[in-house]
C-alpha cells in the first residue's frame, strides 16, 4: 500500500512537473523553438549544450555540415544573443585565407567610426534626385514577405531599424510589414516585377511612384538573378499564396507563383540601362542591378556602354555568388551554374577599376558571406558593402532544417501555420537581428585594426592572402 502511494507521489511530481515547464516553454518569448514544441524542444537545447562535449568522442567534426556548419551557425547564435564569442585552446580552423596584421596596430584613441558611403549621383547623366547614403557596410539581402512569414520580416524590419542598416524586400514587393519596423528599404523588382506590375506583367510607372513616395523607400533594385537559380525565376507554392501576398504581388490567389527565367523587355545591355534610366527617373532615387557572374565579358561590355552612356549606369551593383540564395531550386541550378562569390567579386572589382568607374558605382557582395572573416575578405576584394539573407535567418532563429518551402518550418521563419508563426516573437527576434549586425560591425572593425586601419573603409587586397586550403568558418565559442 505504502508503495503504490509513493509511486503516485512520484507520478504526480513528474506530471506537475511536465505542466510546469509546458506553461513556461509557451508563455517564454526567447526560444521559438520552444514555444512551438514545448517540452520535448528541450531535446535540442539539450543536444545543443552538450554536444560540444560529447563530440570529442565521435566522428563528425564541427565543419561537416552544409550548407553552413555548426561553427558558423554558432557564431551567429551566439552573436544574435549578445553572447560573447571569445574562444579557448587556440584554433581549430584552418582557413583558406588570413589577413596581414601590422607591426603596429590601430591605437584605441585612433579607431574611428565607419564613415558611410554615399550611392548614387546629384548631378549630371544618371543624377538621382535623393541620393542615399549608407551608413553600415553589412546589410540585409531581399526575402520575399511569402516566403518569409510575416512575423519574420516585421523582426527584420525592426532589426534594421535598431541597428542602422538597410532590408532588401526580395521580388515579393514591398509589405506593411517591411515599413512595420520603420528601417531603409531597398525595394526589389523581379522578372515578374511584384508590387509594380501592371495587369499583364508590365512595369507600372504609378506603382514606381506610390513605392517611392515612402521616405523609408530608399533605392530600388533590378534584380536579373539570383545566386540560388541563376536563369530561373522565382518559385512561391500555391499554399503560400493568400490573399494579402497576391493583392501585394498582384497575382491570382492560390496558384503557384512562377515569376520569368529574365525580364521580358529586358534583353540586351542597352535595354538594361535605358530600364534602370527609366526607374531613376521614375522614382528620384538609386537604382542598382542583381545579378550573377557567368561571363565576365558582358561585365565587361557592360562597364563599357555605362561610360558610353552614363544616364545607363547603376548607381550600385549586387553581386551574388552562385553558392547564394535562400530560394527552392533544381539542385543542377543552386550546385552548378554561376561562378562563386569569390571568383566573381575580384572580377567585378578589378573590370570597375579599369573603366574608372570605382566612385560611380558601388558594388555589393553576397554568397553566404555570414562572419567577419568572409565580411572582411570580400571588402578587401573590392566590396563597399555587404549583404546577407542567411545569416540573418539564423539571428532570426532558424535552425537549418531545410523546410522553407514545405510552409512548416519549426521556427517560423517560413511557416505559413498560424501556430509556427505564432512561436516568432518578433519584438524579441528584432533585437537578435540588430545584435548580430552590429556585432558583425564590431568584429570587422577588429580584423581591420589589426591590419593598422582606422576603419572597415580602408581595406584594400593587400590586406588579405591566399592560405592553406582548410576547413573555413569560426571555431565554436566557449562560455
Not at 304 to 309: G, I, K, L, P
Not at 328 to 357: C, F, K, M, N
Amino acid at each position: 500500500m505504502l508503495f503504490d502511494v509513493s509511486l503516485g507521489i512520484i507520478a504526480l511530481l513528474i506530471v506537475s512537473g511536465i505542466v510546469t515547464i509546458y506553461l513556461h516553454d509557451i508563455r517564454q518569448t526567447q526560444h521559438t523553438i520552444l514555444r512551438n514544441y514545448p517540452v520535448i524542444g528541450h531535446i535540442r537545447y539539450f543536444a545543443e549544450t552538450w554536444g560540444t562535449y560529447m563530440r570529442q568522442y565521435q566522428y563528425l567534426p564541427d565543419w561537416s555540415e552544409r550548407p553552413f556548419n555548426r561553427l558558423e551557425r554558432s557564431w551567429v547564435y551566439r552573436s544574435a544573443k549578445g553572447v560573447s564569442n571569445l574562444v579557448s585552446f587556440g584554433s581549430e580552423n584552418v582557413p583558406s585565407f588570413v589577413f596581414r596584421n601590422a607591426a603596429f596596430p590601430v591605437l584605441d584613441s585612433e579607431k574611428r567610426s565607419y564613415p558611410g558611403k554615399l550611392i548614387g549621383i546629384a548631378n549630371g547623366p544618371g543624377a538621382s534626385r535623393e541620393p542615399f547614403v549608407a551608413k553600415n557596410f553589412f546589410n540585409i539581402s531581399g526575402m520575399s514577405y511569402g516566403a518569409l512569414s510575416h512575423a519574420a520580416v516585421t523582426a527584420l524590419s525592426r532589426g534594421a531599424k535598431l541597428s542602422g542598416v538597410w532590408m532588401g524586400t526580395g521580388e515579393g514587393g514591398l509589405s506593411k510589414f517591411h515599413l512595420e519596423g520603420g528601417g531603409d528599404i531597398v525595394m526589389q523588382i523581379g522578372t515578374a516585377k511584384y508590387g509594380v506590375r501592371e495587369a499583364d506583367g508590365t512595369l507600372s510607372e504609378d506603382r514606381l511612384r506610390t513605392i517611392a513616395a515612402y521616405p523609408q523607400v530608399r533605392m530600388f533594385e533590378v534584380k536579373l538573378a539570383q545566386g540560388a537559380k541563376p536563369g530561373k525565376g522565382g518559385i512561391l507554392p500555391a499554399n503560400k499564396v493568400t490573399p494579402e501576398i497576391a493583392e501585394i504581388r498582384g497575382i491570382p490567389v492560390g496558384q503557384d507563383s512562377i515569376s520569368p527565367n529574365r525580364h521580358t523587355d529586358i534583353g540586351s545591355i542597352a535595354e538594361l540601362g535605358a530600364f534602370v534610366n527609366r526607374v531613376r527617373n521614375v522614382t528620384g532615387k538609386p537604382v542598382g542591378v542583381k545579378f550573377v557572374v557567368g561571363d565576365p565579358g558582358f561585365v565587361d561590355e557592360w562597364f563599357e556602354d555605362c561610360v558610353t552612356n552614363p544616364e545607363h549606369c547603376p548607381d550600385y551593383i549586387h553581386v551574388d555568388g552562385g553558392e547564394g540564395g535562400t530560394g527552392a531550386a533544381p539542385a543542377s541550378l543552386t550546385d552548378y551554374v554561376g561562378l562563386p562569390i569569390t571568383q566573381a567579386l575580384p572580377i567585378v572589382a578589378a573590370l570597375r577599376a579599369e573603366h574608372g568607374l570605382k566612385e560611380r558605382i558601388r558594388i555589393l557582395a553576397a554568397g553566404k558571406l555570414v562572419t567577419p572573416d568572409k565580411v572582411a575578405w570580400a571588402l578587401c576584394m573590392g566590396a563597399d558593402f555587404v549583404s546577407s539573407a542567411r545569416g540573418f535567418m539564423f539571428a532570426l532563429g532558424c535552425i537549418q532544417a531545410m523546410k522553407c518551402g514545405s510552409g512548416n518550418c519549426p521556427t517560423g521563419v517560413t511557416a505559413v501555420n498560424p501556430k509556427l508563426i505564432a512561436g516568432l516573437n518578433s519584438m524579441d527576434k528584432g533585437v537578435r537581428v540588430a545584435n548580430y549586425a552590429l556585432r558583425m560591425q564590431d568584429e570587422v572593425a577588429i580584423i581591420a585594426h589589426s591590419c593598422g586601419l582606422t576603419d572597415p573603409s580602408g581595406f584594400l587586397p593587400r590586406h588579405v592572402t591566399e592560405s592553406e586550403r582548410g576547413v573555413g568558418g569560426f571555431r565554436a565559442p566557449v562560455g
